[in-house]
């Protein structure tokens, strides 16, 4: 493998298998994820690409009975060696979820969580992170008169943009997204669309989706998975115009599924 | 009923209807798609025919008929055009089916110009009228043929996504192409011997001309017939 490809290269999973108890929900995964690519998870329900996606920053652990062996090699660390650092890993992997979950706080407070508990204390410091994550997501205009109050005012697209903005705030290299717009109407997803496009130029980002002209619109790549096993993954151009695996082709044409 | 649809038909007769498909509607319609393009196909078909009959028989009212016709071909065009766009707007379609749509749409713009190259024959028999013809049209009739059957095949190969009769309907028009080659050379020899007849020389090597682009675009259609199965882009015209 070149310097380059490594150098490239954020994620590189080798032969990934994940059992929740007896359940074989991963199989033999093998999957590169390239810098400042935004890579589309798509497949059917329990196909296995949210517990992908979990596997990426750890919370799968928080599943009793999980079992996984093969490697996630994140910026050329095995993440599924014990002596890892969780915490750290969180802090370079930030996540968002399907419904925007702020905390029961001020907008201010909610970016604010994570640089505090990394240790950032100074008022000034903390404003300048929270400015600059609330601007990375284009909310800054729309709250910068009323940050301290309540998270839960906000519609439910800016709530799940002020969420991004707090996974921002740790300044992660990559952002994981399970499903994140399932619960938006058509102009808030197209608004996180296109958070997502301006956000590649700095973050690696993996979102799963179930809404296929959303992978298509934008992401680089594109993965589909099919009964825990990746069964093509691809340039996003190929995956929708003439995909090699005529189950990719089942799939994305609403053939099954 | 003409030969492609003919041909057409006696395989669809075997493609039992029992489509539980996710995608029955989409199905459906692009099924609704290539009916109506099958219909544009079989119009063009005939109108080629009647043209070079009216050549033959020097028959000015079954040219003129069409070249009236040809409002109707053009007409289905646009209604193939529009049913196309609103299936990609209505479906989002993606992989297959997009390239299915996309070929449609190729495939009824070369039908449509088969259909004015027909318009172009009937002319030139109106321009020739009943002026004796100088020599027996015996080759032209022969390329007319083979260019006809190409038009048929072309159009079968793309209702059935049939590559090799794809292919074997391209090479076919390396034939056309030597036919016409030799025709003009012909043609071309009787001018100085008959100074008289030139207008209805020029006009028999334009039908040559026409001819050969009938042929032209049924590889045209070969062409996307290919694309369509496997993705890949391929020139057969050379």
Redesign the interface.
């Known amino acids: 493998m070149s310097i380059n490809t490594l150098t490239r290269q954020v994620y590189d999973i080798n032969d990934l298998n994940l059992w929740y108890g007896e359940h074989h929900a991963l199989k033999n995964i093998n999957f590169p994820i390239n810098k400042k690519e935004v890579t589309a998870i798509i497949g059917p329900s329990g196909c296995g690409k949210s517990t992908f996606i979990k596997t990426l920053n750890l919370m799968i652990n928080m599943v009793p009975n999980v079992k996984m062996t093969g490697e996630i090699n994140f910026n050329g660390q095995n993440i599924l060696d014990e002596k890892m650092d969780l915490v750290e890993l969180r802090k370079n992997v930030g996540m968002v979820f399907q419904k925007g979950n702020p905390f029961p706080q001020s907008i201010y407070d909610n970016v604010a969580y994570g640089p505090r508990i990394h240790g950032i204390k100074k008022k000034t410091h903390l404003d300048e992170v929270v400015i600059k994550s609330l601007m990375d997501v284009a909310l800054w205009d729309e709250v910068k008169d009323r940050l301290n109050t309540p998270a839960l005012g906000l519609s439910g697209g800016q709530q799940q943009r002020l969420c991004i903005a707090r996974a921002l705030a740790t300044k992660p290299g990559v952002l994981l997204m399970d499903e994140p717009t399932s619960a938006l109407d058509p102009i808030s997803t197209l608004k996180i669309e296109e958070l997502i496009l301006e956000l590649k130029e700095k973050y690696t980002i993996v979102i799963v989706t179930h809404n296929m002209q959303q992978a298509s619109r934008v992401s680089d790549k594109t993965a589909f998975f099919l009964m825990g096993e990746l069964i093509e993954l691809d340039t996003t151009s190929t995956i929708f115009s003439n995909p090699h695996d005529s189950r990719t082709e089942g799939y994305i044409t609403g053939r099954f599924g | 009923m003409t030969h492609v649809l003919k041909v057409i038909l006696q395989e669809d007769s075997d493609d039992g209807v029992t489509n539980l498909?996710?995608?029955s509607n989409?199905d459906n319609n692009l099924k609704q798609l290539n009916e109506l393009l099958l219909n544009m196909a079989s119009q063009t078909e005939k109108a080629i025919k009647e043209a070079m009959l009216a050549l033959i028989n020097q028959d000015m009212e079954q040219a003129k008929a069409v070249i009236d016709g040809d409002n109707e071909i053009d007409d289905m065009e646009h209604e193939i055009h529009d049913k196309a766009l609103l299936l990609i707007a209505r479906e989002?379609?993606?992989?297959?089916?997009?390239?299915k749509i996309n070929v449609a749409l190729k495939v009824s713009s070369e039908v449509e110009r088969m259909a004015d190259m027909a318009v172009n024959i009937a002319k030139s028999a109106i321009h020739i009228g009943r002026e004796k013809h100088i020599t027996e049209i015996v080759d032209i009739h022969k390329m007319m043929e083979i260019a006809l059957e190409m038009v048929t095949e072309s159009i079968t190969a793309f209702y059935s996504e049939d590559i090799s009769l794809a292919q074997r309907c391209a090479k076919r028009d390396d034939q056309v192409d030597k036919m016409f080659g030799s025709l003009i050379q012909e043609l071309l020899s009787f001018i100085p011997h008959n100074p008289n007849s030139t207008n209805q020389i020029i006009q028999l090597a334009f039908v040559c001309r026409f001819i050969e682009r009938i042929a032209d675009h049924s590889t045209n259609i070969a062409e996307n017939v290919v694309y369509l199965v496997t993705?890949e882009r391929i020139n057969l015209n050379d």
């Open positions: 498909s996710t995608r989409f989002s379609p993606v992989a297959t089916d997009l390239r993705g």
